[in-house]
């Protein structure tokens, strides 16, 4: 088992946090000490298929949230299952790294709640604004260590975005992708989703990996579709406390 004070949510969510993550070898006995954990905000990991865990949590006053999904594509066959109308469709998006003005933007569209299957936008205990903050804060870490945003736009216009980082493997990590307001059901998600796939190899990466949640199917399917597999799943699970 590992704890770590994530103090990043204490400026992104205004609350304490600690952040769990439980390995195979862990039992139900070793997670008493969690009941007691000093932070309004916790949440913790459980590898796939560890059911008395599962149940110890729920015990412990813990709630289920989300099954996080690890990715991985071997930039091999990219895009390639596609059918040729959705080929056309996902060929016209092409993608740039964005200025200062198209963070700007990229900010602002966190605002305007474009990822509303999130899992601090769905949770009660939390607002919009504070899920939005967050995002910000998030990729600002992000680019702080090295990564790098772009923006992909169909016929000129910017219909959504990708950050990505790489590190010194040549492993690409895919931190974060979406659609902009207005583009939803578009059909673009897919040319968003080639476009970072296609920047990853062309970056010279041998391998990228990324994550989805199970409350977001469509982007699931949408990685699927990509040649994504899925490699590891973990159960997330959070309690609130008042201090």
Known sequence: MKIIDAVWEKRNLGV???????????????????????CSYAVVKVPAGKIDLMFKLEDLGFRFIETMFDLRHDLRDIGGGLSGVVRRLTDSVRQAEMDSADLAELFRQFHRNIFY?????????????????RYTGWINDEMERGAVACKCLFKERTVGFFVMRIDEKKVGHLILAGLYRGYENS??????????????RARGCSYCLGRCSSNNLAAMNMNLGLGFRVVAAKYIYVKHKVL
Do not use: C, M
């Not at 299957?117 to 903050?133: H, V």
């Open 187 to 200: 059909g673009l998600g897919l040319g968003v989703g080639l476009a970072e796939v296609r920047a990853a």
């Open 16 to 38: 304490s946090a600690r952040e769990v993550s439980l390995e195979q070898t862990d039992t139900a006995a070793d997670l008493a000490g969690l009941a007691d954990l000093d």
């Open 117 to 133: 299957t999130d899992r601090i936008y769905i949770d009660p205990a939390f607002t919009a604004e504070q899920a939005a903050r």
